[in-house]
Every structure is written in structure tokens, then in C-alpha cells.
């Protein structure tokens, strides 16, 4: 069974940054495009952020786009959500999911991933 990891959430005022790691074990990173989720309370989960498994593509949804930086380091297994310019409204629980196929481009459907996290909640406060 694949682990993905996650840490860094935490409280932060408006405007703030906070980075969020997810480490795997090299059996369950390589080679697969890898992506960040999150859901706030009484929403669905969202696609946040993709990164294809040579870190050459990456995609972001409109409202973070600017704001956030996916990137991977696949010697230490490890992708990283850095995100700045925190609003309120990013405030949820964020979720590291690795791509169902090895070598696809991240999709933002959450049935084109097969492992996850156990998040990790951020809260941007006003």
C-alpha cells in the first residue's frame, strides 16, 4: 500500500505564505504526474494543482494561478505546494494524490488518482 504524507498547514493571516510538503516512497513517486486537491467544509474536492513526473508541465486552477508554485523533487520523493498571497477563501483541507498511470500529464478529475493523502488543514485567517 503507497503512502503519501503530508505536513506544513497550519494558521496564517491574510496575505501570508505557507508551503505544504507530501513525501512518498520512490515505489509510489516514480513515475507518476502527482497533484494537490483541497476541500473546504461543505464543499466538494477541488484540483488545486498538477505536476507531470518530469516537473516539466505543471497546471493550476484560475484562482490560485500566480499565487501558487507546484514543484517536485524526485530524488527525495517529494512534491511541494508553495503558496503565497493567502486569501480566507483558500482556507480547506489539502490533499496529495499521485496520478492512476504512470507518465500521464495531472488531470484535475478525481478519479485520474488512486492514492492520497491524509491532508492537511490550512486556515487563512481575516
Known amino acids: 500500500q503507497a503512502d503519501l504524507v503530508e505536513s506544513g498547514g497550519g494558521l496564517v493571516q491574510t496575505g501570508g505564505s505557507l508551503g505544504l510538503s507530501c513525501g512518498a516512497s520512490r515505489r509510489t513517486f516514480s513515475p507518476f504526474a502527482m497533484a494537490w486537491f483541497r476541500q473546504a467544509p461543505g464543499n466538494e474536492r477541488q484540483f488545486v494543482a498538477g505536476?507531470?513526473?518530469?516537473?516539466?508541465?505543471?497546471d493550476y486552477t484560475d484562482s490560485v494561478k500566480g499565487r501558487f508554485t507546484i514543484f517536485r523533487d524526485n530524488d527525495k520523493n517529494t512534491v511541494t505546494l508553495q503558496m503565497n498571497s493567502l486569501r480566507p477563501e483558500d482556507t480547506a483541507v489539502y490533499y496529495c494524490a499521485r496520478a492512476r498511470e504512470r507518465y500521464r500529464t495531472p488531470g484535475r478529475g478525481l478519479d485520474e488518482y488512486d492514492f492520497w493523502g491524509q491532508g492537511t488543514l490550512v486556515t487563512v485567517s481575516s
Open positions: 505536476i507531470t513526473w518530469t516537473g516539466r508541465m505543471t
